[in-house]
């Protein structure tokens, strides 16, 4: 408990010193959207970096040469834990903003911190409004940001890999970005797994070779989703051997 507790201690002071900060921010973002959200990320990155030594994780970074410098990219990974944002995060190169669901928007704080980042809010239940942020998306791959999208929707209650959803794969169609998987192991262990307490875990943060879209033809592209799938589920298949 007492790890807990100074968590939350540490991200409440973090994120209310910072509001100068994230106004600052936000003014830059008026005139130059990326370098906005690349000073967010910036200073969020410190914050989770400092929250997960106090959390006792200890991270095993794999396959960070696979990650293409100097462009956009969409970033595919599993979702398993409340922490799979805040051990990616620290990874990403440029700005990058994640799609998180809607129910976010409501928690202090990081209402202002992800859309600060380039982050968008999907409802899912709304098929209309969830393809208007999926589009939204795609401008910000078009504008030279890149997106981390969780496909399966929603966090995995089993730890098991799901299916992924076929519609944020329409970020990559509709742009030819690169997609970059991403296989992440054991984060429910630091906190979701042991609810209200916060134990160390030893996670492993996979990226996988780049799966270019730019020259893939109408067919391949429909199985854009199935093949990311299954490079993610091998990246997770790797990840055991830490586990050992």
Same mark, same amino acid.
């Given at each position: 408990?007492?790890?807990?507790?100074?968590?939350?201690?540490?991200?409440?002071?973090?994120?209310?010193?910072?509001?100068?900060?994230?106004?600052?921010?936000?003014?830059?973002?008026? +005139?130059?959207?990326?370098?906005?959200?690349?000073?967010?990320?910036?200073?969020?990155?410190?914050? +989770?970096?400092?929250?997960?030594?106090?959390?006792?994780?200890?991270?095993?970074?794999?396959?960070?040469?696979?990650? @293409?410098?100097?462009?956009?990219?969409?970033?595919?990974?599993?979702?398993?834990?409340?922490?799979?944002?805040?051990?990616?995060?620290?990874?990403?190169?440029? @700005?990058?903003?994640?799609?998180?669901?809607?129910?976010?928007?409501?928690? @202090?704080?990081?209402?202002?911190? $992800?859309?600060?980042?380039?982050?968008?809010?999907?409802?899912?239940?709304?098929?209309?409004?969830?393809?208007?942020?999926?589009?939204?998306?795609?401008?910000?791959?078009?504008?030279?940001?890149?997106?981390?999208?969780?496909?399966?929707?929603?966090?995995?209650?089993?730890?098991?890999?799901?299916?992924?959803?076929?519609?944020?794969?329409?970020?990559?169609?509709?742009? *030819?970005?690169?997609?970059?998987?991403?296989? $992440?192991?054991?984060?429910?262990?630091?906190?979701?797994?042991?609810?209200?307490?916060?134990?160390?875990?030893?996670?492993?943060?996979? +990226?996988?070779? @780049?799966?270019?879209?730019?020259?893939? *033809?109408?067919?391949?592209?429909?199985?854009?989703? *199935?093949?990311?799938?299954?490079?993610?589920?091998?990246?997770?298949?790797?990840?055991?051997?830490?586990?050992?």
């Amino acid at each position: 408990m007492i790890r807990g507790i100074l968590v939350v201690l540490f991200l409440l002071t973090y994120f209310v010193l910072s509001l100068p900060i994230l106004l600052i921010c936000a003014i830059i973002k008026l +005139f130059a959207p990326n370098l906005g959200s690349h000073i967010t990320q910036f200073f969020a990155k410190i914050g +989770f970096v400092v929250a997960l030594k106090i959390c006792g994780t200890k991270i095993i970074y794999k396959g960070l040469e696979n990650i @293409p410098k100097n462009e956009p990219l969409l970033y595919i990974g599993n979702h398993v834990g409340y922490f799979d944002i805040v051990v990616t995060l620290p990874k990403f190169v440029g @700005p990058t903003g994640f799609i998180a669901k809607d129910s976010i928007a409501k928690i @202090p704080f990081l209402h202002l911190w $992800i859309p600060l980042m380039g982050g968008l809010f999907i409802n899912r239940k709304d098929p209309r409004k969830g393809l208007a942020t999926i589009l939204k998306a795609a401008d910000k791959i078009k504008n030279g940001a890149s997106i981390f999208l969780f496909p399966e929707g929603t966090r995995s209650k089993d730890g098991n890999l799901h299916e992924f959803k076929a519609g944020g794969f329409k970020i990559a169609t509709k742009t *030819d970005c690169t997609i970059v998987p991403v296989g $992440i192991t054991n984060t429910a262990e630091i906190f979701e797994n042991h609810m209200p307490k916060i134990t160390k875990a030893t996670v492993v943060v996979n +990226f996988g070779k @780049p799966i270019v879209t730019a020259n893939m *033809d109408r067919s391949e592209k429909k199985k854009l989703s *199935d093949m990311t799938h299954e490079v993610v589920a091998s990246l997770l298949e790797e990840n055991k051997e830490y586990y050992k």
